[in-house]
């Protein structure tokens, strides 16, 4: 992503930022579900370093592979210890078997309220935000209204989202 795409975006979604940042604080010490909802998939590392500016916390990130069998599992393998303030969820988008996932999510609910005592931010799409209602209606009944994301170019952020998720673990 070049600068002035950069600059684009920040200044496009600074207000749902800002927003997404307040829930996150808000949120310390308990689980909370925060969806955020983009058409395209900007760079993870822009989105966390500005979280983390706007909220002065160590957010972490984690990219799901695509193939993942359990977002449970997936997320609490990936955990840092101590837990962190929160964690961004990327990538369930490409997951695989999303279907199966989602499903197997809204059976283990529970367990997230048990085990992540921190606020939980999925990035996804509108595909997904659909398949959530569909599949995982009662997961998704813990979250507000999505938080909406404009992504101005596809292709600038598709490249630079897959370059950056190599990264993430």
């Known amino acids: 992503m070049t600068d002035i795409e950069a600059q684009a975006f920040n200044a496009n979604n600074g207000q749902s930022l800002r927003?997404?940042?307040?829930?996150?604080?808000?949120?310390?010490?308990?689980?909370?579900?925060?969806?955020?909802?983009?058409?395209?998939?900007?760079?993870?590392?822009?989105?966390l370093n500005q979280l983390q500016?706007?909220?002065?916390?160590?957010?972490?990130?984690?990219?799901?592979?695509p193939s993942v069998d359990t977002l449970f599992t997936a997320i609490l393998t990936a955990l840092d210890?101590?837990?962190?303030?929160?964690?961004?969820?990327?990538?369930?988008?490409?997951?695989?078997?999303?279907?199966?996932?989602?499903?197997?999510?809204?059976?283990?609910?529970?367990?997230?309220?048990?085990?992540?005592?921190f606020p939980l931010v999925l990035w996804i799409d509108d595909r997904i935000l659909q398949k959530m209602i569909r599949l995982a209606p009662d997961f998704k009944s813990w979250a507000a209204n999505p938080i909406r994301l404009e992504c101005f170019n596809q292709r600038a952020f598709y490249q630079a989202y897959k370059m950056v998720c190599a990264h993430l673990k």
């Not at 829930?23 to 900007?42: E, N, T």
């Not at 210890?81 to 279907?99: I, R, T």
């Open 81 to 117: 210890e101590p837990p962190p303030p929160a964690l961004v969820v990327f990538g369930l988008d490409s997951v695989v078997a999303v279907d199966q996932v989602l499903s197997a999510t809204n059976l283990v609910r529970e367990e997230f309220r048990k085990q992540f005592p």
């Open 53 to 65: 500016e706007l909220s002065s916390l160590p957010i972490q990130g984690v990219r799901l592979h």
């Open 19 to 47: 927003k997404l940042a307040r829930a996150i604080v808000m949120s310390q010490g308990h689980f909370a579900l925060i969806l955020v909802c983009c058409k395209f998939s900007p760079q993870p590392l822009c989105v």
